[in-house]
């Protein structure tokens, strides 16, 4: 699976942005997906996860309520829809897939397939 993450920019504190993360290569209804970021100087850390079928999500503490991953499998397509975007959000953003029907996964250890990261600046 090929994964091509999009939509990183730069906004000013309290706004908004929409990444998209496209993938090709395998059939994306059997992939956990999630979103992972990562800021200089800091280890990557989980932000949100989707099962299979987007109806089951799960988040990170710092996120919840401000961020939502949706996808649309037709569109091959997950989403991460940022809001209320704080300075501490500032961070390379990556998408990551997991050959798995099963729940959401916070670990990024069993996500076997990574896209190339997206920049997200978050200006004060």
């Known amino acids: 699976v090929q994964l091509q993450a999009s939509g990183g920019g730069l906004v000013q504190a309290g706004g908004s942005l929409r990444l998209s993360c496209a993938a090709s290569?395998?059939?994306?209804?059997?992939?956990?997906m999630g979103w992972f970021r990562q800021a200089p100087g800091k280890e990557r850390e989980f932000v949100a996860a989707?099962?299979?079928?987007?109806?089951?999500?799960d988040y990170a503490d710092a996120v919840k309520g401000r961020f939502a991953i949706s996808r649309v499998n037709a569109k091959n397509t997950v989403y991460l829809q940022m809001n209320s975007l704080k300075p501490e959000d500032m961070a390379v953003y990556y998408c990551a897939a997991r050959y798995s029907q099963g729940p959401p996964t916070r670990a990024p250890g069993p996500y076997a397939y990574w896209g190339q990261g997206t920049q997200v600046t978050v200006s004060s």
């Open positions: 989707i099962n299979w079928s987007g109806g089951s999500t």
């Open positions: 290569g395998g059939t994306f209804s059997f992939y956990v």
